[in-house]
């Protein structure tokens, strides 16, 4: 009997060590689709602060389109299209975002001047795959970031590439702060942004946005690699009657430019 139950304990005390899961490293939370929000799907169920819970680095927008949200050392920060930042409530309601807990494992350097074409490159050639999902930080003093933010919609919604025709542009020169976001893979196409979708703060909260541009030097780019998905999709009539065969490549293409 005492030997079984030393025996059973033993059993407990490996899968307590070396637990029964392929992967334990942190995931890519994402609620929603991309393509859902290019369809005009403005309005989703997810609340800022469950959003919260599921990382503390991140991007995505708001209910009615309401803004840029950018997730930074577990605060979800709202650039509304005034260009005036604010910190979301907790209630407040989410159509599309993606989130994870961050720990850089790979470090990149940029030493010389490189806008955000030349920077993606620099990633492309330092990061080891393409086949996984990246989460990505760069924190300090950049020369220039241009960044926008998306108007406030009303219903009935326009699809998104008609919704950024009214965004609102800033250039940020000699500015402080974090340019955060993701690289996935080009397999996910309908699903979140194939490449690189990145968002900016400044360092005092008070500007921000999707960036457009940047100018990126004697920096580091932070970098933590995720190898797990985690795709929560909306639970209403609107996302269920969506048609969402058709591809959207072209309307991502306007909107993320
Ligand atoms: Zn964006």
Known sequence: MRRRFFA????????????????SGEELFQY?????????VYDGQLKC???KKKGNLGLGTFNALDGEMVVLDGQVYQVKVD??????????????????????????????AANLTELTKIMDQGLPTKNIFYALKIEGRFPKV??????????????????VEKQAVFTFTDVEGTILGFRCPVFVKGVNVPGYHLHFLTKDRKGGGHVLDCVVENLTVQVDPIHKFNLVLPEDREFYRLDLDKDKSSDLKKVEK
């Open 8 to 23: 059973v304990l033993w059993v407990c005390l490996i899968f307590a060590v070396f637990p029964f899961t392929a992967y």
């Open 32 to 40: 929603s689709t991309i393509d859902a929000l290019l369809a005009g």
């Open 83 to 112: 260009g005036k930042v604010s910190l979301a409530p907790d209630s407040g309601k989410i159509p599309f975002a993606a989130v994870t807990s961050f720990t850089p494992e790979e470090f990149l350097p940029v030493k010389k």
């Open 146 to 163: 241009v960044a926008r933010s998306v108007p406030r919609q009303t219903r009935p919604y326009p699809p998104l590439a008609k919704a």
């Open 49 to 51: 602060g469950e959003l």
